[in-house]
């Protein structure tokens, strides 16, 4: 209970704050609609009244997007095209394999690169290099070229998921597979352990904590990657082809809906990732 106050008043302060700001941005707007209507006795009330219930406002207000989320989700029926979980659904499927084969690269790039540290001066540089280019800038890049092998679909954004996804889960995995200290090496040594005994009883299950907290990540980065990506191509649908269409025809409550739809989406994998992370830490004496 101690932390539900701060909780509570933080919370409280950040939609004060953000209906404040909602009046600001939204009054000039509102009062050139109330000019173009031939009204001109409005009381500041009024105003504020109004450009909280504007249909197309600069910044809406919670309550709109609540609104426009209990429609977009409940009242929509799950398979149709206007409502926002046909589209998360879409948005959810790419996200999941870019993140799988993301994961299993990143994996794998770790385990070489621990296993010969040549490969650590060799590739690393290249691996932080690669993600210095925009992913806004590289989405398209990826869905042309694939396109040209006739690679189309669910595939090319799978691809810049799993492109965003890799990099924190070879640098986590990296860390967490040195985390044993000399003296558990030479341990395992004194034993004639092979390198590969030494990894499978030691360095694997010391970088479970690691494996977690990079597949946190690396679920959130490949959400991003998803999204960005259905901007590029959004004629297949997703959150991101929402975020487009919302900007097109100036829908900025659809726009924050969708917004906030991919975040709730993001924030489950983290936590379902987070969840299996505590059993399993658990149950591997790692709980503190």
Same mark, same amino acid.
């Given at each position: 209970?101690?932390? @539900? #106050?701060?909780?509570?008043?933080?919370?409280?302060?950040?939609?004060? #704050?953000?209906?404040?700001? &909602?009046?600001?941005?939204?009054?000039?707007?509102?009062?050139?609609?109330?000019?173009?209507?031939?009204?001109?006795?409005?009381?500041?009330?009024?105003?504020?009244?109004?450009?909280?219930?504007?249909?197309?406002?600069?910044?809406?207000?919670? %309550? !709109?997007?609540?609104?426009?989320?209990?429609?977009?989700?409940?009242?929509?029926?799950?398979?149709?095209?206007?409502?926002?979980?046909? %589209?998360?659904?879409?948005?959810?499927?790419?996200?999941?394999?870019?993140?799988?084969?993301?994961?299993?690269? =990143?994996?794998?790039?770790? @385990?070489?690169? !621990?296993?010969? *540290?040549?490969?650590?001066?060799?590739?690393?540089?290249?691996?932080?290099?690669?993600?210095?280019?925009?992913?806004?800038?590289? +989405?398209?890049?990826?869905?042309?070229?694939?396109?040209?092998?006739?690679?189309?679909?669910? +595939?090319?954004?799978?691809?810049?998921?799993?492109?965003?996804?890799?990099?924190?889960?070879?640098?986590?995995?990296?860390?967490?597979? *040195?985390?044993?200290?000399?003296? !558990?090496?030479?341990?395992? *040594?004194?034993?004639?352990?092979?390198? =590969?005994?030494?990894? &499978?009883?030691? *360095? +694997?299950?010391?970088?479970?904590?690691?494996?977690?907290?990079?597949? !946190?990540?690396?679920?959130?980065?490949? #959400?991003?990657? +998803?999204?960005?990506?259905? @901007?590029?191509?959004?004629?297949? =649908?997703?959150?991101?082809?929402?975020?487009?269409?919302?900007?097109?025809?100036?829908?900025?409550?659809?726009?924050?809906? &969708?917004?906030?739809?991919?975040?709730?989406?993001?924030?489950?994998?983290?936590?379902?990732?987070?969840?299996?992370?505590?059993?399993?830490?658990?149950?591997?004496?790692?709980?503190?």
């Amino acid at each position: 209970m101690k932390n @539900v #106050l701060p909780v509570t008043i933080v919370l409280v302060a950040l939609f004060a #704050l953000w209906y404040a700001a &909602a009046a600001l941005m939204n009054a000039s707007l509102q009062e050139d609609m109330f000019a173009n209507a031939g009204e001109t006795n409005y009381t500041t009330g009024e105003l504020i009244a109004a450009t909280l219930e504007m249909e197309r406002p600069k910044l809406p207000a919670p %309550h !709109q997007i609540a609104a426009e989320l209990y429609k977009l989700v409940i009242e929509t029926p799950p398979t149709s095209k206007r409502g926002l979980v046909y %589209h998360a659904t879409i948005t959810l499927e790419e996200t999941l394999i870019g993140f799988l084969f993301g994961a299993a690269f =990143g994996i794998g790039l770790a @385990v070489m690169i !621990q296993s010969m *540290r040549t490969l650590e001066r060799s590739m690393m540089p290249w691996i932080v290099a690669s993600q210095t280019v925009p992913i806004i800038a590289l +989405a398209p890049m990826i869905v042309v070229i694939l396109n040209q092998f006739n690679i189309t679909g669910l +595939a090319p954004k799978a691809v810049i998921a799993a492109y965003l996804s890799f990099f924190p889960i070879t640098v986590g995995m990296v860390k967490g597979f *040195r985390t044993p200290d000399p003296l !558990q090496i030479d341990l395992m *040594r004194t034993y004639s352990a092979t390198q =590969g005994q030494t990894f &499978a009883k030691l *360095r +694997a299950p010391a970088s479970a904590p690691y494996f977690f907290a990079s597949m !946190q990540i690396g679920a959130a980065a490949a #959400l991003v990657g +998803a999204v960005v990506a259905e @901007v590029t191509k959004s004629e297949d =649908g997703g959150l991101g082809a929402r975020l487009l269409a919302g900007s097109y025809y100036g829908q900025t409550v659809q726009i924050w809906a &969708a917004l906030f739809t991919a975040t709730a989406l993001s924030a489950a994998l983290v936590g379902l990732i987070a969840l299996a992370g505590r059993i399993v830490l658990r149950r591997m004496a790692f709980s503190r």
